[in-house]
Structures are given as C-alpha cells and as structure tokens.
C-alpha cells in the first residue's frame, strides 16, 4: 500500500515547462517542454523524498468543464484571450506535443497521468481529499482554489513558487500554512474570481447555488462527476517503472536517483 499520495497540478506544470522552453527555445531547441516538465516533477517529489511505496497522480485538464452546465461563462475569457494571442497557433503545437507526451509517459512511469472529459485537475484534488482520508495526501500547486483542501487534515499544499519552498533554511517549510478554507471558499461564493470569468456576488438563491456548485472543492461534486472520479480514482493500481525506455539519458539518470533504483 501507498504510504503517501502527491497529486501534481498538472497543467500549472506544463505551463511553467512551456515558458521554459519558449526562453531556451533559439539557444537549444532540443530541450523540449516535455524535457522540462519532468524535470520540473522530478524535482518536486526530490523535495518530498518519495519513494516507490507513494503513489504520484498528474491531474490534467479535459475539455468542456461541467462547470459550463452550471455558468456559460465560466472561462469563456480564457479560450477568447488565447486565440488573440500572436502565438496562439504556437501554443496549439505544444498542447499537442504534450498530448502525446502523457500518453507514452502513462505507460513507461509508475505515475498516474488522469484526464476525463469534462474533468478538471482540481475535480481530481477535491475527489480525492475526501475519499483518502486514511493516506496522507500532498498537493502540488500554485492555484489558489487548492487552498480550500487545506480544510483536510491529512492535506499539504506544496506550492514550488513560493518563498518558504524555495528557502534554504533549517526551518523553512515546503508546505503552505493556511488558516480557514472555508473562509476561502466563502469569499469565491460571494465576490467570484476574475481569472475564471466568475463576476459580482450572486443575486439570488439559485444564482448563489450555482456559483457554490462551480467553486466548492471542499464538499461533493455534483453526484454524476463525483461518481466518475471516485470509480477512476479507486481502480488505480501500482504501475511499473520502466526507466530504461525513457528517451532522455539525462531524464533516465534522474529517476535512478530519485527511486535510488538502476537502469
């Protein structure tokens, strides 16, 4: 059995890993985002000190959230504002180089590379807070909404871009210290989020229902989304590491000495 379960927002990671590779692209071209983000992930469950005994979960984004069922709107801004981007055809290459990326890493590495239709990352992190309650659960993340999970107490937030991550000294902390995720969850009901095109404060009951349907993370999701995770979730089972098909030597040599095991 698994002694901890890390789930790594997967789309924080591919985003960081492309803008990596869009600063290094002209200068070596054959660091791919891919390169990047394993090496990004790598370094994470290093800091964690993690072993074949953990169980690591890469939540990825699928299309046409259900949340559009409850608000038409909710992130109508994003796809608007990507498609006016001078590199949005770009972009559209690199989401594909990954789509492929998942599908071999999902096969060759002991981590579990999830994405459902409809299913956001975070569906996955709220899902599974509340059924492993008897694991301890480690996520990695930048996005605020995550907070509210802080409400479980086997639930770290680990967030890579923060200062106490990235000190080096003897007290510093790899976790976030959090005070009410509830209170988090309150203020995203009652003010909206702007990123997500989520405005104002609900004017009514069934306004303020849906809004509640689309940011809670912490209670259940609506029954027929968290029926799919759960059973995605529970028919999970150990994977094999098959180190020596990685493409990357520098990736292979990585793994060895993060898993302290040999090609």
Same mark, same amino acid.
């Given at each position: 059995?698994?002694?901890?379960?890390?789930?790594?927002?997967?789309?924080?990671?591919?985003?960081?890993?492309?803008?990596?590779?869009?600063?290094?692209?002209?200068?070596?071209?054959?660091?791919?985002?891919?390169?990047?983000?394993?090496?990004?992930?790598?370094?994470?469950?290093?800091? *964690?000190?993690?072993?074949?005994?953990?169980?690591?979960?890469?939540? *990825?984004?699928?299309?046409?959230?259900?949340?559009?069922?409850?608000?038409?709107?909710?992130?109508?801004?994003?796809?608007?504002?990507?498609?006016?981007?001078?590199?949005?055809? #770009? #972009?559209?290459?690199?989401?594909?180089?990954?789509?492929?990326?998942?599908?071999?890493? %999902?096969?060759?590495?002991?981590?579990?590379?999830?994405?459902?239709?409809?299913?956001?990352?975070?569906?996955?992190?709220?899902?599974?807070?509340?059924?492993?309650?008897?694991?301890?659960?480690?996520?990695?993340?930048?996005?605020?909404? #995550?907070?509210?999970?802080?409400?479980?107490?086997?639930?770290?937030?680990?967030?890579?871009?923060?200062?106490?991550?990235?000190?080096?000294? /003897? %007290?510093?902390?790899?976790?976030?210290?959090?005070?009410?995720?509830?209170?988090?969850?309150?203020?995203?009901?009652?003010?909206?989020?702007?990123?997500?095109?989520?405005?104002?404060?609900?004017? %009514?009951?069934?306004?303020?229902?849906?809004?509640?349907?689309?940011?809670?993370?912490?209670?259940?999701?609506?029954?027929?989304?968290?029926? /799919?995770?759960?059973?995605?979730?529970?028919?999970?089972?150990?994977? %094999?590491?098959?180190?020596?098909?990685?493409?990357?030597?520098?990736?292979?040599?990585?793994?060895?000495?993060?898993?302290?095991?040999?090609?």
């Amino acid at each position: 059995m698994s002694n901890r379960i890390v789930i790594v927002d997967g789309g924080f990671v591919l985003h960081r890993s492309v803008l990596a590779f869009k600063n290094t692209e002209e200068s070596s071209p054959f660091l791919r985002p891919t390169f990047y983000f394993l090496r990004m992930i790598i370094g994470y469950l290093k800091r *964690l000190k993690i072993d074949l005994d953990d169980q690591i979960i890469i939540a *990825l984004d699928g299309r046409n959230s259900w949340r559009k069922d409850y608000d038409p709107n909710y992130k109508a801004n994003r796809k608007i504002n990507r498609e006016k981007q001078a590199d949005a055809e #770009w #972009w559209n290459e690199r989401f594909a180089e990954f789509d492929i990326a998942f599908e071999e890493w %999902n096969k060759l590495l002991n981590w579990n590379f999830l994405k459902l239709e409809r299913i956001e990352s975070d569906d996955f992190a709220s899902v599974a807070c509340r059924l492993f309650k008897d694991k301890e659960i480690i996520l990695v993340t930048q996005d605020g909404d #995550w907070k509210m999970l802080s409400t479980f107490p086997n639930v770290k937030i680990m967030n890579p871009t923060i200062k106490s991550y990235k000190s080096k000294a /003897k %007290n510093a902390t790899l976790f976030q210290s959090i005070e009410n995720g509830y209170a988090i969850l309150e203020e995203k009901i009652n003010k909206g989020d702007v990123s997500d095109n989520i405005k104002g404060k609900p004017q %009514n009951e069934i306004e303020y229902e849906n809004r509640k349907k689309i940011v809670d993370l912490i209670h259940e999701l609506p029954s027929h989304i968290e029926t /799919k995770i759960r059973q995605k979730l529970i028919e999970l089972l150990p994977k %094999n590491l098959y180190i020596n098909k990685i493409k990357s030597p520098a990736i292979r040599k990585e793994l060895e000495k993060l898993y302290n095991v040999e090609d």
